[in-house]
Protein backbone atom coordinates (compact mmCIF):
# COMPACT_ATOMS: atom_id res chain seq x y z
CA UNK A 1 0.00 0.00 0.00
CA UNK A 2 1.03 3.57 -0.75
CA UNK A 3 1.65 6.17 1.68
CA UNK A 4 -0.96 8.15 0.39
CA UNK A 5 -3.85 5.56 1.81
CA UNK A 6 -3.39 3.84 5.34
CA UNK A 7 -5.81 1.53 6.69
CA UNK A 8 -5.94 0.29 10.39
CA UNK A 9 -8.45 -1.04 13.08
CA UNK A 10 -10.72 1.39 14.00
CA UNK A 11 -10.17 1.81 17.94
CA UNK A 12 -13.11 1.04 20.18
CA UNK A 13 -16.55 0.05 19.41
CA UNK A 14 -18.74 1.84 16.35
CA UNK A 15 -22.46 1.91 15.87
CA UNK A 16 -24.06 3.23 12.91
CA UNK A 17 -27.39 4.56 12.58
CA UNK A 18 -30.20 5.75 9.94
CA UNK A 19 -33.79 6.82 10.03
CA UNK A 20 -33.71 6.51 14.09
CA UNK A 21 -32.73 3.14 13.67
CA UNK A 22 -29.22 1.58 15.07
CA UNK A 23 -28.04 -0.58 12.07
CA UNK A 24 -24.66 -1.86 13.09
CA UNK A 25 -22.63 -2.10 15.63
CA UNK A 26 -19.09 -3.61 15.22
CA UNK A 27 -15.42 -4.03 17.15
CA UNK A 28 -14.29 -4.90 14.00
CA UNK A 29 -14.43 -1.57 12.02
CA UNK A 30 -11.60 0.17 9.21
CA UNK A 31 -10.36 3.44 9.42
CA UNK A 32 -9.11 4.37 6.19
CA UNK A 33 -7.31 7.48 5.80
CA UNK A 34 -6.54 9.02 2.38
CA UNK A 35 -4.17 12.08 1.99
CA UNK A 36 -5.13 14.98 3.64
CA UNK A 37 -8.94 13.75 3.97
CA UNK A 38 -10.41 12.96 7.09
CA UNK A 39 -10.51 9.33 8.37
CA UNK A 40 -13.47 7.60 6.99
CA UNK A 41 -14.61 4.59 9.33
CA UNK A 42 -15.83 1.52 7.02
CA UNK A 43 -18.34 -1.31 8.38
CA UNK A 44 -17.98 -4.63 7.96
CA UNK A 45 -20.98 -5.91 6.30
CA UNK A 46 -21.62 -8.84 8.63
CA UNK A 47 -22.50 -6.54 11.56
CA UNK A 48 -24.85 -3.96 9.45
CA UNK A 49 -28.46 -5.14 9.01
CA UNK A 50 -28.09 -5.67 5.77
CA UNK A 51 -31.82 -6.40 5.03
CA UNK A 52 -31.84 -2.79 5.17
CA UNK A 53 -29.75 -1.71 2.45
CA UNK A 54 -30.52 -2.17 -1.41
CA UNK A 55 -27.72 -2.32 -3.63
CA UNK A 56 -28.10 1.25 -6.14
CA UNK A 57 -27.35 1.94 -9.66
CA UNK A 58 -24.35 4.03 -8.75
CA UNK A 59 -21.11 3.67 -9.50
CA UNK A 60 -18.01 5.20 -9.38
CA UNK A 61 -14.33 4.81 -9.75
CA UNK A 62 -11.08 5.88 -6.96
CA UNK A 63 -8.11 5.78 -8.66
CA UNK A 64 -6.68 4.07 -5.17
CA UNK A 65 -9.22 1.99 -4.58
CA UNK A 66 -11.10 0.89 -7.80
CA UNK A 67 -14.74 0.91 -8.50
CA UNK A 68 -17.27 1.41 -5.28
CA UNK A 69 -20.93 0.55 -5.63
CA UNK A 70 -23.24 2.18 -3.50
CA UNK A 71 -26.17 1.54 -1.12
CA UNK A 72 -29.04 2.76 -0.43
CA UNK A 73 -30.76 2.95 3.02
CA UNK A 74 -34.56 1.94 3.46
CA UNK A 75 -35.34 3.37 6.76
CA UNK A 76 -39.89 3.26 7.98
CA UNK A 77 -40.20 6.33 6.01
CA UNK A 78 -37.94 6.61 3.56
CA UNK A 79 -35.24 5.77 1.01
CA UNK A 80 -32.00 7.48 1.68
CA UNK A 81 -30.21 7.48 -1.61
CA UNK A 82 -26.40 5.93 -2.01
CA UNK A 83 -26.17 6.27 1.96
CA UNK A 84 -22.90 4.00 1.58
CA UNK A 85 -20.16 2.58 -0.99
CA UNK A 86 -18.29 -0.52 -0.98
CA UNK A 87 -15.14 -1.65 -3.07
CA UNK A 88 -15.96 -5.34 -3.55
CA UNK A 89 -12.89 -5.32 -5.50
CA UNK A 90 -10.20 -3.10 -3.86
CA UNK A 91 -7.16 -2.50 -5.74
CA UNK A 92 -4.20 -4.27 -4.32
CA UNK A 93 -2.84 -2.33 -1.55
CA UNK A 94 -6.34 -1.85 0.32
CA UNK A 95 -7.61 -5.14 -0.24
CA UNK A 96 -8.78 -4.89 3.74
CA UNK A 97 -11.62 -3.22 2.55
CA UNK A 98 -13.58 -5.36 0.98
CA UNK A 99 -16.73 -6.46 2.21
CA UNK A 100 -16.75 -3.28 4.22
CA UNK A 101 -19.37 -0.07 3.46
CA UNK A 102 -18.55 3.30 4.82
CA UNK A 103 -21.35 5.65 4.93
CA UNK A 104 -21.43 9.90 3.79
CA UNK A 105 -22.01 11.49 7.16
CA UNK A 106 -24.88 14.06 6.09
CA UNK A 107 -26.84 10.49 5.37
CA UNK A 108 -25.95 8.23 8.29
CA UNK A 109 -24.62 8.92 11.98
CA UNK A 110 -21.43 7.24 12.35
CA UNK A 111 -20.21 6.89 15.95
CA UNK A 112 -17.73 5.79 18.51
CA UNK A 113 -19.67 4.60 21.28
Known amino acids: MSDY ?33 PPVIYFPKSDIAMAFLDVSQTRSVCPHKGQASYYSIQTKSAVIEDAGW ?28
Open 86 to 113: CYETPKEGVEEIADHIAFYPDKATVERV
Open 5 to 37: ITIRKAPGKWVLRAGGAVLGETANALELTEGNL
